[in-house]
């Protein structure tokens, strides 16, 4: 994150994410391994005019409105944008009349967390341009709130931490109970290795049925465990648990959760020790529980990780 603040003018960075391991663990209270890429957004706020404007390079016209107004009345763009406006003004702040323009090169849809970027620079510039005074705390709720509430994107958090908080050449571990992160060298370079970001061309959407089906199919399996979240759930506890559950579909999602958080957790000791080569194993199994188990992936997904590790079996020779 960067901060640039002329006068009334105040400019903020953020980077968009790759997840290296710990998929449908933040919800569940558990771990994540993310770290940041270099495309990012960057929002500038303006103090004067008239009402609240805000724009976005990437659109074809601004749009004007006030705290009087609704959110739900502007296009879904507009509400990722001027979201915290209406969100900091039913905290009882005063925000005055002053533009808001964003500019990201993150891929939208492709799994990159172009939305976070873009809420998280928001809200980080409004915060130095209104003097705001924000804690590293209050900054990750605000915008979490806006991506949860007001747009209704029923994230986890992961991609609003790691954006906020990201480290340049460190993967970032993340306890998404405490929301504590922890920034941990990954230079996949220095091994001889090459970090690839494949575009599957498969289309990727937040604010869909199958999202909220796995989140509530684990609050659900940890109502019916009598745990507060699946991250309390032990992998030695773990066949204990999938023997009271009745529902097949409840088991595998409970057996996703619990075997990533362990995965998370061993890839971090990895990393700290500097064997960066021996995380292989433990990405693909991580592929294979998502797919097997919490059953979210799709075909061109399921190609390219075939293509990948064919690749790799026949350079290996």
Known sequence: MSLESPAATARAFAPGRVNLIGE???????????FAIAA?????????????RVASQQQDESVSTSSA???????????????ALWLLTAQGRTVPALSIDIDSNVPLGAGLSSSAALVCSVVTALDDALDLRLSAADLLAL???????????????MD??????AVEGHALLCDMRDLTSTPLSFDPASAGLALLVVDTR???RLVDGEYADRRSGCEEAARALGVGALRDVTTAALPAALERLGDERLRRYVRHVVTE?????????ILRSGDIRDIGPLLTASHASMRDDFAITVPE?????????????????
């Open 24 to 34: 449908h663990t933040d919800y569940n209270d558990g771990f994540v391994l993310p």
């Open 40 to 52: 990012g957004c960057t929002a500038t706020v303006r103090l004067g005019g008239q009402g609240w």
């Open 69 to 83: 107004a609704s959110p739900q009345d502007l296009p879904e763009w507009a509400r990722y944008v001027g979201g």
């Open 143 to 157: 915008s979490r709130s806006v991506e949860n509430d007001l747009v209704g994107a029923p994230t986890g958090g």
């Open 160 to 165: 609003q931490l790691v954006s906020l908080r």
């Open 202 to 204: 498969a289309p990727h």
């Open 261 to 269: 958080n362990d995965r998370v957790l061993v890839t971090a000791e």
């Open 301 to 317: 997904v399921n190609g390219a990780v075939e293509v990948l590790l064919t690749l790799a079996r026949w350079e290996r020779g």
